[in-house]
Every structure is written in C-alpha cells, then in structure tokens.
C-alpha cells in the first residue's frame, strides 16, 4: 500500500511545521469585494466553502497554470491557523482556538465560478483545484486587527486594502463556522478577499503581502 505524507505548512521562527487538516474559507467579507462581485454586503451573511487540504502550497514554488481556465484570479488573504478544538463557540472565546495567522492567495477559476453561480452548481472545481490554496509561513499568535493587506502581480499592485475593513472580525468568523462545523487544530480558515481581484496570466508571479506577516509568492509556469 501507500501512505500519505501529511500537506505541511512552515512556521515562522520555528523548525515544527503546522500540518493542515481542512482548509474553509469565507466569502464576500469585504464590501468593496462584495459590490465588485455584484452583492450586497450590508443584506448578505458572509458564507462558506472549502478546498482540500492537498490544495495548498508553500510559498516560492512554481506553479504549472491550471487547466479548464481562461480567468484564473488571484484573491489575497489573512488566514488563520486554527490549534485547538471547539464547536458552537463564542465569539468572545474564539481567540483561544487560534494558533497562528499566515498570508494566503484563494485562487480561483472565475469563469468556472461565474458559470456555477448561473447553473445553481457547486463551486468545487472553481476553488478547490490543485495548488489552489499558496499559504506563506505561519506567524504564532492572533492576528493583526489592522494593517495593509496587499497583492501584486509582477511588481504592479492590483489589490491595497487594510485587515481593518473584515465585515466580520476573525473572531465572528471562527464563531460562526463553528456552528457548521466542529473546528480542530490543522483546520485554516482563509477570510475573504479586498476588492481589486482579477486575472493572472502564464508567466506571472503573484505576491500577497500582510503588514508584519511572511509574503507569500508564487510564479506560473509559461
Ligand atoms: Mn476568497
């Protein structure tokens, strides 16, 4: 038989590595994001969706495009590492579950999704596709509440926002989720994207920066 190597997440200042469980993410958690999408983000509840753990990747590697795409879209966000179990917690008490916080690019197959949103379908194969989750090292402790979020591609910055326009604070987040599902350490959450998303082409290098947090950085193949 086989056996599976653990998908493993570095830490920063440290030789332990984070291995990763689950891997949910909100959507729609920044107005601006969510009236470029064509929501409305004082009616609609941020929600929902997963990628398989097997879907993230360090930062620096060299990606192969992915295929079934002409719109790949890059999204910068905070993650937070989840290192402790909990289930239908408060929000007041979500900070205990957190073990650290990271830089992460949702990327996304935006024409595969636009297409799902129409058909009523299931946006599987637009989020949770191979190599779909770049997560930059992990920074041990809660974090930040504000302070620049940022992408760019090549050197030109297509996304500039601050943590402090969250809808919903990481805390609200953890408490809502835990509600769905019971969290446990391993499990990543990735809160929503700044407005300013959009495409990448072969060739490009991606690179999401949080204030006080590792970069996270990929490169498409040609
Ligand atoms: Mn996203």
Known sequence: MFTLEPVTIAIDGATARFPVRRIYCVGRNYADHAREMGADPDREFPFFFSKPASAVVASGAILPFPSRTDNLHHEIE??????????NVPAAEAGALIFGHAAGLDLTRRDLQAAAKAAGEPWDMAKGFDNSAPVGAIVQGPPPRSGRISLSVDGDTRQDADLDRLIWSVEEIIAGLSTWVALAPGDL?????PSGVGPIRRG???RG???????VEVTFAT
Not at 209 to 215: F, L, M, R, T, Y
Request: net charge negative.
């Open 189 to 193: 959450i990735f809160t929503g994207t």
């Open 204 to 206: 490009e290098t991606v």
């Open 78 to 87: 905070l993650v937070v590492a989840i290192g402790a179990t909990g289930e």
């Open 209 to 215: 920066e949080i204030a006080g947090v590792p970069a």
